[in-house]
Structure formats: structure tokens, C-alpha cells
């Protein structure tokens, strides 16, 4: 098990960007694979992006080329940087982790370690 510390998040206007963050609180972000997923009200959790330790990032259809997903092995942290932002990104947003020997996914199921969340809003 690792703690995962997520920041950032808020309100933002169409168009706008917003950055989140994710910090492994203790070992290092290097043993795991790290991953961005979302939940709306009402729907399931999906993901947002997932980036490998070797620093390969994925993306999910719909933020392909507005979200950027990186790391920063030296400061344990993940980021996501959201860039035009569309109402139907507001959702609760998830940090995850999957040890490395596991292989990376897409899929919310494979992974055992989550933030506590972070409510993004994006609203005129």
C-alpha cells in the first residue's frame, strides 16, 4: 500500500486550465506505475490518463491533446495539466498507483492504491 496525496483542482471556465497534483507520500514513485482517473455524479470511474515508470503517458479519447500527464521521479509527484476545459470534465478526480512489476492499465479495477480525490468544476 502507498498514500497517495493529491492537490490542486477548483473551478474553471471553459477554456480554462487547472493542474493537479499527486504525491507519493512515502518509498518512491518509481516503483509504480502512476494513473489519473475521474468520476462524474452517476457514472462510473473512468480514465483520464496513466503514465508508466519509464515516463510513457496514455490518454483517454476524450482529453487526448488538451491533458498532459507527467512526472517528477525526483519529488515522487505525478502531475496532470488540464488545458481547455470543457463542462464535461467536472468530476471528481482520482490519483492512482500500480507496482511496477504488474504491468500498467487502463482499467480502475487493477488498481489497489487511490488519492482521496478532488473536485473539478468547470462551468460558466
Known amino acids: 500500500q502507498v498514500q497517495l496525496v493529491e492537490s490542486g483542482g477548483g473551478f474553471a471556465q471553459p477554456g480554462g486550465s487547472l493542474r493537479l497534483s499527486c504525491a507519493v507520500a512515502?518509498?518512491?514513485?518509481?516503483?509504480?506505475?502512476m494513473g489519473w482517473f475521474r468520476q462524474a455524479p452517476g457514472q462510473e470511474r473512468k480514465l483520464v490518463a496513466i503514465?508508466?515508470?519509464?515516463?510513457?503517458?496514455n490518454y483517454a479519447d476524450a482529453v487526448n491533446g488538451r491533458f498532459t500527464i507527467s512526472r517528477d521521479n525526483a519529488k515522487n509527484t505525478v502531475y496532470l495539466q488540464m488545458n481547455s476545459l470543457k463542462p464535461e470534465d467536472t468530476a471528481v478526480y482520482y490519483c492512482a498507483a500500480r507496482r511496477s512489476y504488474l504491468g500498467y492499465s487502463g482499467r480502475p479495477s487493477d488498481y489497489k492504491n487511490w488519492g482521496q480525490g478532488t473536485q473539478v468544476t468547470v462551468s460558466s
Open positions: 512515502e518509498g518512491t514513485a518509481l516503483s509504480w506505475h
Open positions: 503514465i508508466t515508470t519509464g515516463g510513457s503517458p
